[in-house]
């Protein structure tokens, strides 16, 4: 149900506001849902349903949910990247994984968990650790998420580290669809009066 209503939002911010590369979508999927012999199968089912491009849909999956049963995983993931979809393992650095075992996945990105972004300006440690996690990250070929900027300071320091994606109150709250539009259409019409 929920990735059939962001797949369907996500068609509708296409329409509203076209752009290139396309707007995509991140949705989460919980331990149930990975467990299901045939995710993959309703998954594909729910982009075809809904004319979703499965290149603009970032299935979220956490690093203890991928970590649990290593070969399965390892599979199911396969067969949801068959589907076109990008795969991004989140709250990475918080389970117990195995490096040789993260290579073996067809993942596209980490996301960096919130508990080293909210520290990593002010621990020294933390903040290593952030560096070394977007480094393992970009040696692997994998884009770098960090979740839970709260500060200037943190985006600045990820910068510089090579993180090219950033999520958290820094930027905004969690809002509604409405008020997703209403941001998207004054940074529309502040692009076009810059221009």
Known sequence: KLLHDACLQLRHWHELFPSNP???????VTAKQFAQPDLASQIGKI??????????????????IAMADVVRS???LSDLKSLGVHLSIDDFGTGYSSL??????????????????????RDRDTGEIVRVIATLARNLGLKVVAEGIER?????????????????????KPVSAEQIEQLMRSRRAFAKSAS
């Open 152 to 172: 200037q300071e943190q985006m600045e320091m990820l910068k510089s580290l090579g993180c090219e994606t950033g999520q958290g109150y820094l930027f905004s």
């Open 22 to 28: 396309p707007l995509a979508v991140g949705v989460n």
């Open 100 to 121: 040789s075992r993260l290579q073996r996945f067809p993942v596209d990105t980490l996301k960096i968990d919130r508990t080293f972004v909210s520290e990593m300006d």
């Open 74 to 76: 390892a599979v199911v």
């Open 47 to 64: 982009l075809q349903e809904t004319n979703t491009d499965p290149a603009c849909v970032d299935l979220e999956i956490t690093e203890n």
